[in-house]
């Protein structure tokens, strides 16, 4: 391919905040329409903001989890425009001295290999109301609960050079601002959202191209198709003798194309000004401070110590870590069996994630605790159960049946050990199959399965597997 595609993102994450960024109005979602933004959000006159603390901490995290610069002086700006769901028709936002500034974030590629994305600036600033266009015949309806709602825009370097890429980037910043709890991740419900900066070059120039931002991306595959088509359209274009206009466009899912929107506005189209109603924002070192201690271990530092600390494999301890619950629950599991991390890493990948899964629950939703779980997992270790009847147990106890001993007591599951029932168990299986075993005596050794099988079924599932094979291969040696 000739050309090289030039990939900048601008992440938009609502903050998990309980009231707005400059009023006390509540952030609920999902309330009736316009009942929750009061005269502060719709810039009524005589009304004043006031920064909420909470939102600038949860910015001030998310900078130093990113090994960003914390500005000890920063300033709000009005961004003025006019559109239905922005009723003051400015936005408080940051524009020349943001709170957080130059930060990096490494990524995964799919083939094994990490890149370093630069992050120019992370801002405060109110997000808008909302247009909805879906149940009004010919009109737009305006709902303005979401005016005023804290979000910190994520402006990236335009480092990324691929669809590819773009999501991983998108991914491990919705990674982390989850693991920090700084916003709820739902990309459904808009509190995670982005929009992308396309451009193409030819391969090793310098210059960047002319480029479109396709607007509020709310979903990572949705990122990905917007852009590989974005790239597609402006190399067609490029290549067919035109020239890229700058401008905004909008992705279309169902045409799976992106079409304009508007012509791109720069700064100056914004007429930024210092808000007059708020004060610069100080943070002094002892802010910053109780941030950082209030930071979490953050996933890549997890997952490092997941393979130190426990001897998982990097794979393993990348699923294990996609999600802070989901480590949490890892860790006291290990804490509650007492070890064997492996055979606990196992089961949550396997079949507690599958239980999770079919019942379309998050782990933090679980009617099966770590301890619960680890009751299992000892009578496995301890040979009380096979895998098979383990798994048996599993189930019964996600459903509420009582404890791994209390369903094991009731339904007589305790694994034979006896290796002189087992082996009584043998004997009379090789006897019923006198062909079967002269075949396998005579080099079918693929019919050593159907024994296993035999013997299996004979106890029931509760002959323990290991003892079982031996038996079976001293067996029929004779």
């Not at 790239?231 to 992705?251: A, F, K, P, S």
């Not at 770590?370 to 106890?397: H, I, W």
């Amino acid at each position: 391919m000739e050309w090289e595609a030039v990939i900048g993102l601008e992440i938009h994450t609502q903050l998990a905040t309980k009231s707005k960024i400059f009023s006390g109005a509540p952030t609920a979602y999902g309330a009736e329409p316009n009942t929750q933004a009061c005269a502060i959000d719709l810039g009524l006159p005589g009304v004043l903001p006031v920064v909420n603390a909470e939102a600038v901490r949860m910015a001030v995290m998310f900078g130093l989890a990113v090994d960003a610069t914390i500005a000890p002086r920063s300033v709000f700006a009005r961004k003025n425009y006019f559109y239905p769901d922005l009723p003051k028709g400015y936005q408080i936002s940051q524009y020349e001295l943001p709170v957080v500034a130059h930060g990096r974030l490494d990524i995964t590629l799919a083939d094994g290999s990490h890149k370093r994305i630069g992050i120019t600036r992370a801002h405060l600033e109110e997000d808008a109301g909302k247009s909805l266009h879906e149940d009004f015949h010919g009109m737009t309806g305006v709902d303005l609960n979401r005016a005023g709602t804290p979000l910190l825009e994520i402006v990236s370097e335009p480092d990324l050079r691929s669809a590819q890429e773009a999501v991983a980037y998108m991914k491990k910043v919705h990674q982390i601002v989850v693991y920090l709890g700084i916003c709820d991740g739902n990309l459904q419900e808009g509190s995670f959202r982005c929009d992308a900066n396309v451009s193409v070059r030819r391969k090793g120039a310098t210059a960047f191209g002319t480029r479109a931002e396709i607007k509020n991306i709310n979903s990572f595959r949705f990122v990905e198709r917007a852009i590989e088509h974005e790239i597609e359209r402006q190399v067609e274009l490029l290549e067919g003798g035109g020239q890229v206009v700058q401008e905004t466009r909008l992705y279309d899912p169902d045409r799976d194309e992106t079409r304009p929107m508007r012509s791109k506005e720069e700064a100056n189209d914004y007429r930024y000004f210092p808000d007059p109603d708020l004060l610069p924002l100080e943070l002094d070192a002892a802010c910053v401070a109780a941030a950082r201690a209030a930071l979490p271990e953050l996933p890549d530092a997890r997952r490092a110590r997941f393979v130190e600390a426990f001897g998982l494999s990097p794979q393993d301890a990348e699923a294990l870590t996609a999600s802070r619950p989901f480590a949490d629950y890892f860790e006291a599991l290990v804490a509650a069996v007492g070890g064997d991390a492996k055979l606990c890493a196992n089961w949550m990948m396997g079949e507690f994630a599958a239980a999770l899964n079919r019942a379309g629950l998050d782990v933090t939703a679980s009617p099966l605790g770590p301890a619960r779980l680890a009751g299992v997992l000892q009578r496995l270790r301890d040979g009380t159960l096979s895998g098979k009847l383990a798994k048996e147990v599993f189930d019964a106890v996600w459903a509420g049946e009582g404890d791994a001993d209390a369903v094991i007591a009731a339904r007589g599951l305790r694994q034979i050990t006896d290796s002189g029932a087992i082996e009584a168990i043998v004997a009379e299986v090789i006897a019923a199959h006198p062909k079967q075993a002269e075949q396998y005596r005579a080099g079918q050794e693929k019919l050593f399965g159907f024994f296993v099988g035999q013997v299996m079924k004979a106890s029931r599932g509760k002959a323990n597997p290991q003892q079982v094979n031996d038996l079976l291969a001293a067996r029929l040696k004779g």
